[in-house]
């Protein structure tokens, strides 16, 4: 039995030694290989007003889509959401610190326009195309505060800081002024006419009005001097 157990040891002693060249090589060999790894990919944060950025989630069918403006995301940050009435399911568009409300579609219901307030205060309109998924800022420079869709969905009319109501074109033709005094526009289906809440420096409330858009004639529909009309739309 001597033999059998001498001999025994001996196989186990040259196994563990063996076992033992093996690790070491091992351990050398992951060595090596972190040596010569890629360093880690360094991540950018992205602008906090971007140009053009891919929204979260798909295209939403937009005959099928209702948006609305929520702070389910972050309390107290408002963003622009889109719900598919075929899924019941729901996407947000924005996901920065802006105060988005005021969801406008087009009239051929491809683009979601919305206003965007910005930390520094300024504000500026953004369009989201559900054909592509991008989102684009359109700044004026003014301040946009309310807006409509032009009937060929290539531009809108707004108002500004200064209460001017102006074009603005998608394709950066210089947008005029549409009317000196007033606010809220709202196109007529057919695009010939565009009403707004008209008011003048002297004006003591403010009238319901319609300028014409071939020859620019502005008339008062409501207006009332004994009593004057406040926060039509």
């Given at each position: 039995?001597l033999?059998f157990q001498?001999?025994?040891?001996i196989?186990?002693?040259?196994a563990?030694s063996?076992?033992?060249l093996?690790?070491?090589l091992?351990?050398a060999?992951?060595?090596?290989a972190?040596?010569?790894?890629?360093?880690?990919m360094?991540?950018?944060?992205?602008?906090?007003?971007p140009i053009k950025?891919?929204?979260?989630g798909?295209?939403?069918?937009?005959e099928?889509a209702?948006?609305?403006?929520?702070e389910?995301?972050?309390?107290g940050?408002?963003?622009i959401?889109l719900?598919d009435?075929n899924?019941?399911?729901s996407?947000s568009i924005?996901?920065?610190?802006?105060?988005?409300t005021?969801?406008?579609?087009s009239?051929?219901?491809?683009?979601l326009?919305f206003?965007?307030?910005?930390s520094?205060?300024h504000?500026?309109i953004?369009?989201?195309?559900?054909?592509?998924?991008h989102?684009?800022?359109?700044?004026?420079?003014d301040?946009?505060?309310?807006f409509?869709w032009l009937p060929?969905s290539q531009g809108?009319v707004?108002s500004?800081?200064?209460?001017q109501?102006?074009h603005l074109?998608f394709?950066?033709?210089?947008?005029?002024?549409v009317v000196e005094?007033?606010?809220a526009?709202?196109?007529?289906p057919?695009g010939?006419q565009m009403a707004?809440?008209?008011s003048?420096?002297?004006d003591?409330?403010?009238?319901?009005?319609v300028v014409?858009?071939?020859?620019?004639a502005v008339?008062?529909?409501v207006?009332?001097p004994?009593?004057?009309e406040?926060?039509?739309?």
């Amino acid at each position: 039995m001597l033999p059998f157990q001498l001999n025994s040891k001996i196989s186990l002693r040259s196994a563990l030694s063996g076992m033992a060249l093996i690790g070491s090589l091992i351990v050398a060999l992951i060595a090596a290989a972190s040596c010569q790894m890629p360093p880690p990919m360094q991540v950018l944060s992205t602008p906090s007003k971007p140009i053009k950025t891919v929204a979260f989630g798909v295209p939403l069918p937009d005959e099928r889509a209702i948006a609305f403006v929520s702070e389910r995301r972050q309390p107290g940050n408002l963003d622009i959401w889109l719900m598919d009435l075929n899924t019941n399911t729901s996407v947000s568009i924005t996901v920065d610190e802006a105060q988005d409300t005021q969801p406008r579609w087009s009239r051929d219901g491809r683009y979601l326009a919305f206003r965007s307030q910005w930390s520094d205060h300024h504000s500026s309109i953004r369009v989201y195309d559900t054909a592509t998924g991008h989102l684009n800022e359109v700044d004026p420079g003014d301040n946009p505060y309310d807006f409509d869709w032009l009937p060929d969905s290539q531009g809108l009319v707004y108002s500004n800081g200064e209460f001017q109501i102006k074009h603005l074109y998608f394709s950066g033709k210089p947008g005029d002024t549409v009317v000196e005094r007033g606010h809220a526009p709202h196109i007529s289906p057919d695009g010939r006419q565009m009403a707004f809440v008209a008011s003048g420096p002297n004006d003591i409330g403010e009238r319901l009005a319609v300028v014409e858009a071939e020859t620019g004639a502005v008339n008062s529909v409501v207006d009332d001097p004994n009593q004057p009309e406040q926060g039509y739309v």
